[in-house]
């Protein structure tokens, strides 16, 4: 398993006690990190995908193929 040097304060280092050993609160903070650059890149792809084949409908369309499908 590779090992990681990280700088922090001695204020930080006393916030991160608080919620369990050092190590632990580190690991969970660089979880949390990279989950969140992970979401952030699917939630781009996404608004990308969405620009290049935007799908809009009117209210009353729906109804119209609601409608339609129960008629099936």
């Known amino acids: 398993m590779p090992?990681?040097?990280?700088r922090i304060s001695e204020k930080?280092?006393?916030?991160?006690?608080?919620?369990?050993?050092?190590?632990n609160s580190?690991?969970?903070a660089l979880r949390l990190y990279l989950d969140s650059k992970k979401?952030?890149?699917l939630l781009r792809?996404?608004?990308?995908?969405?620009?290049?084949n935007p799908v809009k409908t009117t209210k009353?369309?729906?109804v119209r193929l609601i409608k339609e499908d129960r008629n099936r």
Not at 45 to 52: A, C, N
């Open 12 to 23: 930080e280092k006393k916030e991160l006690v608080q919620y369990g050993s050092l190590s």
């Open 39 to 41: 979401s952030r890149q």
């Open 45 to 52: 792809k996404l608004e990308e995908l969405q620009r290049k």
């Open 3 to 6: 090992t990681i040097s990280v």
């Open 26 to 28: 580190i690991r969970e």
């Open 60 to 62: 009353l369309q729906e």
